[in-house]
């Protein structure tokens, strides 16, 4: 995908550039007008973890066509791709015009005191709160790519076992869920819920073993912080009851088995907040 973004920058390029003619009026007459595109100035990345060349990188491609510097801060809760990409970046690209700033909640704020012309951040909506307080002060424009609340709804008249493999791809296999386009939750009758239930249970074996915590395909959970926050969501009084496959978890190896729940309250914190962990609800 990031080569994609990059050929697509160099092959639109010209295009790009390109003055737009624009239309005057009669007070003008015999005036001609064009939009022209400027560089906005230096522009501040601030990306994520879960796919962090991609969320990183992708952003960068986007700015430098555009003509601008760019300051990239990479997530620190995946240290070792954050430290490759300044690694890479400085050895590879200008560094006159872009620069990667590594490190945590500190260095992040000190960034975001600065006055910058456009500020891109991935994330969460917490910390998009605090981007956004912050790029007010200088009436800087924003992008923000935060989470979702994804539904997948399971009709009766459909290919059972395709649909559940697809879901199963899309929400395990991206990641263990820790993805913002994963499933968050599914949509279906009640009386399809027992086989989709059937289905999910039989397929997850074929892709994950009758033990997911010793597969080697599925991912573990970043970090303790996200771990526990997860583990609140399954423990809840009026969720924990509702698990009807997985559960399983291993909090020093930071694993959490593909758990399936039938029918939780809408009202309880797994369906008020984004999932993004391996935990799917099943509402009939």
């Not at 960034?111 to 709160?129: F, H, M, P």
């Not at 073993?209 to 970043?222: A, F, H, M, T």
Request: net charge neutral; charged share 20%; hydrophobic share 40%.
């Amino acid at each position: 995908m990031l080569k994609n973004s990059c050929r697509l920058a160099l092959k639109e390029m010209n295009h790009w550039m390109m003055p737009e003619k624009a239309k005057t009026s009669l007070t003008t007459f015999p005036s001609s007008a064009e939009i022209v595109s400027e560089p906005l100035g230096v522009v501040l990345v601030i990306s994520a973890w879960n796919y962090p060349f991609l969320l990183s990188l992708d952003p960068v491609v986007g700015a430098i066509s555009a003509g601008n510097a760019i300051v990239l801060k990479p997530s620190e809760m995946a240290p070792a791709s954050s430290s490759l990409i300044a690694k890479l970046v400085a050895d590879y690209l200008d560094s006159s015009c872009i620069k990667v700033v590594e490190g945590a909640v500190p260095e992040t704020s000190a960034l975001l005191e600065q006055k910058w012309d456009k500020i891109l951040y991935t994330g969460n909506g917490r910390v998009a709160r605090i981007v956004m307080a912050a790029a007010a002060k200088h009436l800087t424009p924003v992008v923000l790519e935060l989470g979702g609340k994804s539904p997948v709804i399971v009709d009766s008249d459909i290919n059972l076992k395709v649909a559940t493999r697809r879901i199963i791809a899309g929400k395990w296999g991206c990641n263990n869920g820790q993805a913002c386009i994963s499933p968050d939750y599914i949509i279906t009758t009640k009386d399809y819920a027992t086989k989709l239930v059937d289905s999910f249970k039989c397929e997850l074996e074929r892709f994950y073993g009758k033990d997911p915590l010793e597969s080697k395909d599925l991912s573990r959970i970043v970090n303790s912080n996200h771990f526990d926050r997860l583990s609140k969501l399954m423990d809840e009084e009026k969720v924990s009851s509702k698990i009807v496959h997985g559960g399983q978890r291993n909090e020093k190896n930071l694993q959490i088995a593909p758990t399936i729940f039938l029918d939780v309250p809408v009202n309880s914190l797994i369906m008020k907040e984004e999932i993004f962990g391996p935990l799917l609800p099943i509402i009939t």
